[in-house]
């Protein structure tokens, strides 16, 4: 059973084939056998999932099915989940049992999708080896000597080693895309403001946006077409009438115009990885697709931008966590300035501190105007660079990740060098586009990503341009090793 | 760029998050380094540019000054550390 997309599992729970009850106990068993190999689980809710597929059965025979009711999922630890342990990969929210469900996930259970569990992810979605978890790290399941990618790693890994059919992620800087392109699988960041943030644990509010990840484009549009919608709750939610991400599923790409920004295509890349992209783009040339070259001149400025606003924004989010009204507190604090010092010192992780620490520095008297609204500047400029590429071209293409994944440990020295493994997603974030990660090949037996890159809104367009790719391809179906 | 480690333990404070004497060192290092990276933004001509603070330059709804939430004090509390009848209770301040 685990072998199906989250689109047959749908056909085979309608059909009678089998029962979410069955699928689902057949996913938990899994969990069980395979998860302590990759780490990727931080809490596996068994019991509320098999009464979740109980329901989701009566439901069914009720005649009261959605299109996904039965299928289960699992959702990053940053999604609050009522009653659930909500830890965020961290110490300081080791003990949090979130009281009320995210939109997220409160719209996950009104579709009738059972919960596995929550997926394992670098702190606070800071990190992209997803190293900083407070629960160690997810190994990545084609290679356990690999990291996962991140931050959200743990969603991804589940998804490659066949733990759950499909799972939730977040991307501030690349977090659902560069882990979905070091696990094989797909995911969608979509438009900023298109998946509500609301009990979903802030970053940096202005680029965190939830997806979906799974193994197909299909599956993603039919994941997304549960998440996506108006939030009164969630102040930069967009209000636009809702949308079927499936519309565009069968559009054929022939005549479609495919940008190619040359900043993406020069050095830092492996050549592994330019392979794979090279023949991603024969392909697409077969289907008929056309391809032109645009100049994003400020793409290269990203990354530090990016570490100015993302850090500005974490430094004022997790000023939230005091040890006074949740999460951890230090034993027997001195004094009110002790308490907070101590709380938070033990609370987080190195790269939150360091990340905070940034963050309060480019803010702190002096230098705002130099850090902050220089690099909100840079944004504008970036933003506007992709303006003009779509102008010309309906989507951008390029990899996902410089590398395919890095061995554990090689990169937890040098924040910096961790960083530029984000260099060809944080654009798209400080853009607010949507983009996507799809599976396009292997090198040296380790998966590689595609990316794709969207105008504001264009999510259907591009899990079509996706689906037609995965039609022609078998990579989105390839199983690792020991997870078959 | 180079921050001394009494820049990192004023930021530290600012931040309010404790750090060990002997990992100050380690943050000057890492928090300079990322800092240099952050200082390419230098070499762009910004002049003019408007700073852009939402992607879609989006400005904040407004709604009816009606509430919409109802009061679940005990239950948000059950996450609290300490608190005794309905007040979170950190260590004196007033002495």
Redesign the interface.
Known sequence: MHEKSIAELATALKDGEVSSVELTAHYLRRIETLDDAINAYVTVTGEQAMEAAKAADEARAQGNAGPLTGVPIAHKDIFCTEGTRTSCGSKMLD???A?YDATVVARFKAAGCPILGKTNMDEFAMGSSNETSYYGPVKNPWDTERVPGGSSGGSAAVVAGRLAPGATGTDTGGSIRQPAALNGVTGIKP???RVSRWGMIAFAS?LDQGGPMARTAEDCALMLNVMAGFD?RD??S??RPDEDFTKRLNTPVKGLRIGLPKQFFGEGMDAGVARVVDEAIAHYKGLGAEFVEVDLP?S??S???Y??VAPAEC?SNL?RF??????Y?CED??????????S???G?G?EV??R???G???L?AGYFDA?Y?????????I?EDFATAFKDVDVILGPTAPSTAFRLGEKTD???TM?LSDTYTIAVN????PAMSLPAGFSDGLPVGLQLIGN?FEEARLLGVAHQYQLGTEWCRMAPGGFE | MSLSLDE?RK?????????QEE?LQG?AR??S??????????G?D?QG????????D?S??L?ADEP?ETD?RD??Q?????VESGL?L????IE
Not at chain 1, 373 to 381: M, N, P, S, T
Not at chain 2, 78 to 82: C, D, T
């Open positions: 003990n949090f049992i009281p438009t900023y403001g202005s009164q102040s930069t967009i209000q400020h290269d400025l990354v530090a931008a570490y100015v430094s000023a005091d040890g006074v009204r949740y999460g507190r604090p001195k004094d009110l300035l002790d308490l907070y010092m101590r938070r010192g033990e987080f190195p501190k360091r905070i620490m940034v309060t520095y480019a702190s850090y609204l220089k690099a909100q500047k840079i944004r504008r400029l933003a040098d924040p910096v960083y400080l853009a607010g586009l504001y | 990192v930021i530290a404070h600012l931040a309010r998050l404790s750090v990992d943050y890492n928090l380094d990322i800092l240099d990276l952050v200082q390419q933004m230098e762009v910004t540019v408007t700073p852009m603070a939402h992607p879609l989006a904040q709804r709604r919409t679940q239950h948000f059950g996450n609290a550390p300490a979170y950190v260590p004196k301040v």
